[in-house]
């Protein structure tokens, strides 16, 4: 890929946070703070990120990133070199990826305006009782139909403590932060499929608290798309948007040492646009290929109901190609 460093700089200027929380460093780790462990090497103190971090993207630490290392801080990008373990063009790969710039022509890609959660504050505690309160009241039979009418076991429900919310006659699906707090709940009608969310639910993953580690992850699009996921027996987690949150899915993959990423996109443009940030956050962890559900199918959803299993999606996913980044390590 060539790129023009300058123009690329330019574009990340501003957004480093942005850009080093993708990357996959913990973002309570890296912003105004000073005296703090590392990401990379732990301790108890020796990490700092220098005021202006979103400006300038420079962090440094006494122990493994350091005048006297190399890279050594500087800027965004060699926090980048350090951060991946990649020379100066994996860098430079990974940041224009990021940023949606190709054949060196800077291309701003649209970014959707993301609110950040505070990770200093815990999440509402309401929200994890709403969604207890309500699994818990959901009637057998309506879990039954509910199920039903989606084509899935109640299982695969009950996977993602899907509930029913009187006041919106609609059913519930908490949605999490990486850390499995539940931080929202989107709601969806049962005879109209009608999507809306509580008021108040800040856009969270769809997925359950107990993820097997060490399993490729597959990421869906969607609530009703994951839980079709776990019918098959695959394990994954639904994003709130195409693309949304996608770099909690990276941290997602990198904590569950996921060793692929599976993203399942539907066959359209906001799907084909959220692959490729899906793609750009999680390449550096792993290895991430992109599959579509086969002609004429709306999405994984109706994949599966119509008769895919496992191993139909896994051959799809074999066939696809892998994107990852060639990183060349120092050490
Ligand atoms: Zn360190």
Avoid at 209 to 224: F, I
Avoid at 261 to 286: H, N, P, Q
Wanted: aromatic fraction near 6%; charge should be positive; glycine fraction near 10%.
């Amino acid at each position: 890929m060539k790129t023009d460093l300058p123009g690329l700089m330019l574009l990340a200027r501003g957004r480093w946070v942005e850009i080093l929380t993708a990357a996959g460093m913990p973002s309570d780790g890296i912003e105004n703070r000073r005296g703090r462990p590392c990401p990379k090497c732990g301790g108890r103190d020796r990490f700092a990120a220098f005021p202006g971090l979103a400006e300038r993207g420079v962090v440094y630490c006494r122990f493994c990133f350091n005048k006297n290392t190399n890279p050594r801080p500087g800027d965004g990008l060699s926090s980048l070199r350090w951060w991946l373990g990649v020379d100066a063009a994996g860098a430079i790969e990974w940041l224009a990826r990021f940023l949606g710039v190709e054949r060196g022509a800077a291309v701003p890609r649209h970014i959707e305006r993301r609110v950040r959660i505070d990770d200093q504050r815990d999440p509402d505690p309401k929200w994890a009782e709403i969604a207890d309160r309500w699994f818990a009241e959901m009637p057998d039979p309506w879990r039954a139909r509910a199920a039903e009418r989606l084509g899935l076991p109640v299982a695969a429900l009950n996977r993602l403590r899907v509930g029913w919310a009187p006041e919106h006659r609609s059913t519930s699906w908490p949605m999490r932060d990486p850390d499995g707090r539940v931080i929202g709940i989107r709601l969806r009608c049962p005879v109209t499929a009608r999507k809306w969310a509580v008021v108040g639910s800040a856009a969270g993953l769809i997925c359950p608290v107990d993820l097997r580690a060490g399993m490729p992850l597959w990421v869906a699009e969607g609530p009703t798309d994951t839980a079709a996921l776990y019918s098959i027996g695959l394990d994954g987690v639904g994003v709130p948007s195409a693309g949304a949150r996608a770099d909690w899915v990276a941290n997602l993959a990198r904590r569950l040492k996921a060793p692929e990423v599976i993203v399942v996109a539907d066959r359209d443009d906001s799907g084909a646009m959220g692959a490729a940030r899906l793609v750009a956050a999680c390449v550096t962890i792993c290895g991430v290929r992109v599959i579509h559900p086969g002609d004429g199918i709306k999405d994984v959803r109706e994949w599966i109901v119509g008769g895919a299993d496992a191993d139909d999606l896994r051959a799809v996913a074999d066939a696809a190609p892998i994107q990852q980044l060639n990183v060349r390590c120092h050490q």
